[in-house]
């Protein structure tokens, strides 16, 4: 089938990437020429394991290229619309104006019979709104969210766990069919349904993976003033298949360009649709979420002697997870910004988030390894939990700093080991 994919960012690129791998011809678009440029070239503009293996494999194949000119789309047959759907400047609303013209920029060239597919993550009763603008073209429009994790994007996108088709005709849904052809031979799962069901599964997905990660956290807040430990709660209660251990890691919280924008988009859904009360509960989600970057801060002031002014505090990790060079909403830029807004000196390392982070917070020092971060460093305070972080070795770290102080915001390094090394060792929640 012959698509194009609007919107070019973290999720538009490997969608794009994705469907050319799975044999269609397409056509990625962006407004920003930087990117277009890198991805014509067959380079992520981003990090994403496994993506620039695959734009290298299909720009070679002539499958897959890339365009600033929304003109190049008229002969498409389907139109993913991949745009970003930010928090509203000053607002917890989100920001449709992208998706807005990304539709109005398509009208003009959509053929009659065209499928416009929605994929941006949007604030219920958008596609009700949007297929009002498109129907008149003679085009069609669908909803078919996306589920895709940073980090595992390439493998999530080809291989889904479930496929969901916001549909008002046989005929969308058998094209939507035809283009996840391999996945759905393969038995995934397909919900279809109509646009406002769509759309919420995409938010309510989210807002419960935000509550199970804040209820864990809260959990944690309640192991702090009890000596419990969280990890073991989290493995007690995670056996139990109706709860499932899965996004029950107690730490520093959620971040990221979806999970905290989405709750509150979601909230100032509902109160707009008169409904505020039935998702009142996401602001306190959000709040024990934020709650959890001051408790690492709050640790490091503690056990520094109750000041982390002019301490030098090693930071490990900037992007909101690992394998990932995202720093939207992160965790660890944020605890590495407040440390510093109290006067640390703090060094910080990440193996891919460091110049995303220098660019939005120059006034941090940022190291060029964990090892020149951990150099006479007072405090380690380890936020994100790439693999090279876990497995340092306590005993060859310890002659690299001053003091053998580690705080684990992560919870997962092994406590005995580390003390073991002679360190003092504070995770969250945990005694
Ligand atoms: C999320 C959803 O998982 C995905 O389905 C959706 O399409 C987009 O939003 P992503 O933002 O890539 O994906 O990250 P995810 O892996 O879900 O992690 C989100 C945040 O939660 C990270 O900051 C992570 O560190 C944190 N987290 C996750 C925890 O703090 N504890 C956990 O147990 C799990």
């Not at 759905?184 to 069901?197: E, F, I, L, Q």
């Not at 989210?206 to 419990?228: C, D, H, P, W, Y």
């Not at 056990?303 to 660890?332: M, Q, T």
């Not at 705080?407 to 360190?423: E, F």
């Amino acid at each position: 089938m012959k698509m194009s994919v609007i919107g070019c960012g973290y999720l538009g690129a490997v969608h794009a990437a994705a469907m050319a791998s799975l044999g269609h011809e397409v056509v990625g678009v962006d407004v920003d020429p930087a990117k277009i440029e890198a991805l014509a070239a067959g380079q992520a503009p981003f990090f994403e394991p496994g993506l620039p293996e695959l734009l290298t494999e299909n720009h070679d194949s002539g499958k897959l290229r890339f365009t600033t000119d929304i003109a190049e789309v008229a002969e498409c047959d389907v139109h993913f619309v991949a745009v970003g759907t930010p928090q509203r400047r000053g607002g917890h609303s989100a920001d449709l104006t992208y998706v807005n013209a990304a539709v109005e920029s398509l009208l003009p060239h959509l053929k009659p019979g065209a499928l416009v597919v929605g994929k941006s993550t949007v604030p219920v009763g958008t596609a009700e709104r949007l297929a009002e603008r498109i129907e008149p073209t003679g085009a069609e429009l669908a909803w078919n969210p996306e589920f895709l994790r940073e980090g595992f994007a390439v493998k999530d996108t080809i291989e889904p766990d479930r496929i969901v088709y916001g549909v008002r005709s046989d005929r969308a849904r058998q094209i939507l069919d035809d283009v996840y052809r391999t996945a759905v031979d393969a038995g995934t799962p397909v919900v279809v349904t109509d646009y406002a069901t769509a759309e919420l599964v995409k938010t309510a997905a989210n807002a419960f993976l935000a509550t199970k990660i804040s209820f864990i956290n809260a959990m944690a807040e309640i192991a702090e003033v009890t000596g419990a430990d969280v990890t073991k709660l989290a493995d007690a209660i995670g056996h139990d298949a109706r709860i499932g251990r899965k996004f029950l890691n107690a730490g520093v919280g959620f971040g990221g360009g979806c999970l905290p924008k989405d709750i509150r988009a979601f909230r100032a859904r509902a109160e707009e649709l008169g409904r505020g009360e039935s998702l009142a509960f996401l602001k306190e989600i959000d709040e024990i979420n934020l709650r959890r970057r001051q408790r690492v801060v709050d640790l490091a002031t503690e056990l520094l002697g109750g000041s982390v002014y002019e301490k030098r505090i090693a930071v490990l990790g900037l992007a909101f997870k690992p394998n990932s060079d995202d720093i939207r909403d992160s965790p660890a830029l944020d605890v590495a910004v407040m440390l510093n807004g109290l006067g640390a000196e703090v060094l910080a390392f990440d193996p891919e988030a460091v110049e995303n982070a220098r660019r939005a917070h120059p006034q941090l020092v940022y190291a060029e390894s964990a090892e020149a971060a951990l150099k006479d460093a007072q405090a380690v305070v380890l936020v994100t939990e790439w693999s090279e972080f876990r497995e340092l070795d306590p005993a060859a770290t310890a002659g690299l700093v001053a003091q053998r102080l580690v705080i684990d915001g992560r919870n997962v390094l092994d406590p005995a080991a580390w003390q073991g090394a002679g360190w003092t060792y504070a995770g969250l929640g945990r005694p």
